[in-house]
């Protein structure tokens, strides 16, 4: 709708009217009144006193108007748009998710039927970021190397579809724990303060990368940036084989002692996620531990139209001017018809 944010402008409408009733009229000059003879015939030639009325009527008309279209472009008249719920407290959390080789383990089963570990987290984590409503969320891939997918918007529906569209071995086959640590710090280090959140997940041990897992976490634990670590994988099972009945551990390779000690040293907490149950637990322990904002703040867009009265006034000033000056302009350069 259409508001003026400064109605009170409107008070000064009647000042014209105001001063010209307290104000003393402009002296006219000294000397008595100049008596011409002539006065009939210039009369005439000059325009009778109809027109002279007339003539004082558009310009009274004109004059009214431009005020009226100047205090009008003084009260800000805008177009004000619906609320818009905007974000008042949200966290910036950055997922890490592990594509290594072993991510394609199918220890996990869904409705009866064997799943890879990466196609349970991917469920799993869309979950979790879709209820972040209000949180900044972005993503880190990693296996040999580390990279930055998304980062940190509330466009969480990009995040899952750039999350859906990751696949085991994208990078590689081993583990690098470290580099995907200094990879989020890197984004998470320019938000404020308060909020800040890592969620790392794998199924291994640190293997690859530049940077040692724990001297990351060291770092993240200066910049005051908390890191959930979660570990997933089956837990040992009996599994038939050409020589009997044995027991496994397809998660042999997972390093527990590591990633506990990575959300020590920052404040977090370490999560060991056997089944798709259990990880759809830990990620609601982990909204538990880092609810969403509540609060929101509500903006009205505003457009502001001030101009459109305020250019129709200097249009309509101009326009008067011009025909004020044309009398004088034939009056001075007249057309003499040839006889």
């Known amino acids: 709708m259409i508001t003026f944010l400064w109605p009170f402008a409107f008070l000064l409408l009647p000042l014209p009217f105001v001063l010209r009733y307290f104000l003393k009229p402009a002296d006219k000059g000294l000397g008595g009144a100049l008596k011409v003879p002539f006065f009939a015939s210039l009369s005439r030639d000059l325009g009778g006193r109809a027109d002279r009325i007339s003539t004082s009527w558009w310009k009274f008309s ?50 009866g039927r064997p799943s890879t570990r990466l196609s349970v987290v991917k469920d799993a984590a869309d979950a979790f970021i879709e209820s972040r409503k209000g949180d900044r969320v972005g993503l880190v891939l990693f296996s040999d190397r580390a990279y930055l997918q998304a980062p940190l918007t509330f466009d969480r ?21 470290g580099d995907a640590i200094a990879v989020s710090l890197k984004r998470l280090k320019e938000r404020p303060a308060e909020g800040r959140v890592l969620v790392l997940l794998t199924d291994g041990a640190s293997n690859e990368g530049k940077m040692a897992p724990v001297q990351a976490a060291e770092l ?9 670590t979660i570990g997933v994988g089956a837990g040992p099972m009996a599994i038939n084989t050409p020589v009997g009945r044995q027991m496994v551990n397809p998660s042999a390779d997972l390093d527990e002692s590591t990633l506990r000690k990575i959300a020590e040293l920052t404040g977090g907490q370490y999560f060991r996620a056997t089944d798709v149950n259990g990880l759809a637990q830990v990620y609601r322990a982990i909204d538990k531990l880092e609810p969403t904002g509540t609060d929101s703040v509500h903006v009205r867009p505003e457009v ?36």
């Open 220 to 228: 993240a634990a200066k910049l005051g940036i908390r890191i959930y």
């Open 157 to 177: 529906q990009a995040v899952r579809d750039l999350l859906d569209q990751a696949e085991v071995g994208l990078t590689g086959q081993k583990t690098a724990i």
């Open 304 to 339: 502001a139209l001030y101009f459109w009265p305020a250019g129709l006034a200097l249009l309509i000033a101009a326009l008067a001017a011009l025909i004020a000056t044309v009398p004088t302009l034939i009056a001075q350069h007249p057309v003499h018809k040839e006889a």
């Open 62 to 111: 004109a004059a009214s108007l431009v005020w009226l279209l100047m205090v009008t472009a003084v009260a800000r008249p805008a177009y004000v748009g619906p609320e818009v719920p905007l974000p008042a407290d949200g966290r910036d959390i950055m997922m890490a998710i592990d594509l290594s080789g072993s991510m394609a383990e199918q220890d996990f089963a869904v409705g």
